[in-house]
């Protein structure tokens, strides 16, 4: 354990469903972010949140829709996906970039678009 | 947009060898981060080296920094079977910045 805890570890959806990634860290960190990681692609920034505000939304289309209630919870809401969009989707945590401790990572959910 | 790249794109190693990779990036950078991901699993941080840094040692891995040439290796000494796994360059894009970009990362197969 990594202590950023993604669920599920595996989804599989229809193009019309609607579903919600979470992810949850008790590290006491204050930044939190979602990545796509797909097929021979780097991974893909797509939403960073700073003491719960989001900061960043890397052109990220809007059936993806980030919510982070408080700085210890992030949750990536999913609605009318395409197949393309399968991937693995991961949540990481920071306290900082300055702070020389990295990124934490969950373990990823792998999303199956059908 | 991409920074960080990492060469080879995939080593095969015997157990027991050194496996060295590299990664070559773009613009300054105040610090920069390796990461290990086994198949399917999220990234482990590994190492983060800042600027002012030239060398870095964790265990069996040690990490160079050359700014004047935009580029960091990542030397794994001894490898094991358990070594073997996609290995990732990062850096934050600017000063003050949270992002971290990735590269496509090394493959690194460790042969028993």
């Known amino acids: 354990e990594t202590g950023v805890t993604q669920t599920p570890r595996h989804l599989v959806m229809g193009m019309t469903n609607k579903k919600s990634l979470k992810c949850e860290q008790h590290l006491g960190h204050n930044a939190m972010y979602w990545y796509k990681q797909s097929a021979k692609k780097p991974l893909e920034l797509m939403f960073v949140y700073n003491f719960k505000e989001q900061t960043e939304n890397n052109s990220v289309p809007s059936r993806f829709s980030p919510e982070c209630p408080n700085s210890s919870h992030l949750f990536l809401h999913l609605h009318t996906l395409q197949p393309e969009d399968s991937a693995l989707y991961l949540c990481?945590?920071?306290?900082?970039?300055?702070?020389?401790?990295?990124?934490?990572f969950g373990s990823g959910t792998r999303l199956t678009v059908v | 947009s991409q920074q960080g790249e990492e060469d080879p794109q995939a080593l095969s190693i015997q157990e027991g060898e050194n496996a060295t990779m590299n990664c070559s990036y773009k613009?300054?950078?105040?610090?920069l981060q390796w990461y290990r991901q086994n198949s399917g699993r999220g990234l482990v941080h590994l190492i983060l080296?800042?600027?002012?840094?030239r060398e870095k040692h964790s265990g069996r891995l040690r990490v160079t920094l050359d700014t004047s040439k935009k580029s960091s290796s990542l030397l794994i000494t001894a490898s094991r079977a358990a070594d073997t796994a996609s290995y990732f360059c990062a850096t934050p894009p600017g000063a003050g910045s949270y992002q971290l970009t990735f590269g496509k990362g090394t493959k690194l197969s460790v042969i028993p």
């Open positions: 990481a945590s920071s306290q900082g970039w300055d702070r020389g401790y990295g990124y934490t």
């Open positions: 080296i800042r600027s002012n840094e």
């Open positions: 613009t300054s950078i105040n610090n």
